[in-house]
């Protein structure tokens, strides 16, 4: 389940950079098919965090965390992805996106127990 988790959110970023990518190149077809397909992407990322989430015997406050911060992160990849689509400032979003992103990934790496690297 975590290489599933990883692999969404991975791919949440290649779609996002497309995106942006189509937007700014002003090809606005594009940008909104895939904005739809990063939409599905979130399902997946919410549902292998889920099931991570829920396979903890007891909820300790760090994985709480986790999971807040991980709603931000997609939240924040969400308002991104509109905003630049739109041509509105983004950068506030973009800031957040960078806080919610590294604080997943220190938690989720290097703190919290489950997952694909070795101890
Ligand atoms: C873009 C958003 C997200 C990013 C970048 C992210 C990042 C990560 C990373 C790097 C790990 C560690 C995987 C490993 O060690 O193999 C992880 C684990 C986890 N994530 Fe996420 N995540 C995101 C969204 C979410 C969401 C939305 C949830 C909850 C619904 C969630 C819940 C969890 C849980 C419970 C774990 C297991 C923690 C552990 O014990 O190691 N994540 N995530």
Known sequence: MAHLHI????????????????????RAKP???TQ?????????I????????ASYASIDLLVIVKLLV???AIASIEMVAIK???SE?????WIQLLAAFAL???LGFGILPMGILPA
Not at 7 to 17: D, E, F, G, Q, R
């Open 7 to 26: 692999t969404s959110w991975v791919i949440a970023l290649a779609l996002l950079i497309l995106v942006l990518t189509f937007s700014r190149a002003g």
């Open 31 to 33: 940008a909104k098919i």
């Open 36 to 44: 739809m397909i990063l939409r599905l992407d979130y399902l997946l």
């Open 46 to 53: 919410l549902y292998s965090g889920g099931s991570l989430f």
């Open 70 to 72: 991980g709603l931000w």
């Open 84 to 86: 630049v689509s739109k």
């Open 89 to 93: 400032s983004a950068s506030s979003w």
């Open 104 to 106: 997943a990934l220190i």
